[in-house]
């Protein structure tokens, strides 16, 4: 059984289209993380929210937000995306933060920009 | 800075053979390592980390301060072994992990 799932698997849009990926999880983990991971990089983290607080990550570019409407769901939206932005992004949660609590991801998204 | 490094892309084995997976870390502080696994058309999932000291599908992990390394090894490899495996650090201040870029073994019959 999916405990997190991400929606689409596949997303196609066009240069400086917004657009929005969904995870959501039926985990009722605290923590939600997205990571972006581009062809042959290891995945880097974006952002998290524990619970309803974000945290961002210093080097996150500006185009890209999040909302964590409710425990389940998180979104990523993506302002106006470039080409450099098309890449796997992986959805994951964890019950609370720390080395005991292990990630558990979704399949990802795949976005590719025209 | 923290920083993982996996220095092979590719690892190509066969049925039987032993198999380690390189991991080498950069972090000033006390580390807390991991191994995921990603098998194919499956999603990314934890095999082991180091403080669980555990064997987990016939794969162990030692870390080693002194060379700053934490390899994953196993004696025997077996096909349903073929996978990318991402050796991670995680950052005990943000509480975040980190990631190196992946290593893909292929196990022949």
């Known amino acids: 059984d999916a405990m997190v799932i991400q929606n689409p698997r596949y997303q196609v849009t066009q240069f400086g289209k917004p657009v929005t990926l969904s995870c959501s999880q039926t985990?009722?983990?605290?923590?939600m993380y997205w990571y972006q991971q581009k062809s042959s990089q290891a995945p880097k983290l974006l952002f998290h929210?524990?619970?309803?607080?974000?945290?961002n990550e210093a080097d996150t570019p500006d185009n890209f937000q999040s909302r964590r409407p409710n425990t389940s769901f998180c979104f990523l939206d993506i302002r106006s995306p470039g080409l450099g932005d098309a890449a796997m992004y992986l959805c994951?949660?964890?019950?609370?933060?720390?080395?005991?609590?292990?990630?558990?991801f979704g399949d990802g998204t795949r976005l590719s920009i025209l | 800075a923290q920083r993982v490094t996996q220095p092979e892309k590719l690892l190509s084995v066969f049925k039987g053979a032993p198999v380690e997976l390189k991991c080498n870390y950069s972090?000033?502080?006390?580390?807390?390592l991991f191994w995921y696994v990603q098998y194919s058309r499956q999603r990314l999932q934890l095999l082991l980390r180091?403080?669980s000291r555990e064997s987990i599908k016939g794969f162990t992990a030692d870390l080693n301060k002194g060379e700053t390394s934490f390899h994953l090894k196993k004696p025997f490899a077996q096909e349903e072994d073929s996978a990318m495996y991402y050796c991670?650090?995680?950052?005990?201040?943000?509480?975040?992990?980190?990631f190196g870029t992946g290593t893909r073994l292929l196990v022949s019959p």
């Open positions: 994951a949660t964890s019950r609370d933060q720390g080395s005991n609590q292990p990630q558990h």
């Open positions: 985990l009722n983990h605290n923590v």
């Open positions: 929210y524990y619970d309803k607080d974000f945290n």
């Open positions: 972090y000033s502080g006390s580390p807390e």
């Open positions: 180091h403080i």
């Open positions: 991670a650090l995680m950052n005990t201040g943000f509480q975040k992990l980190v």
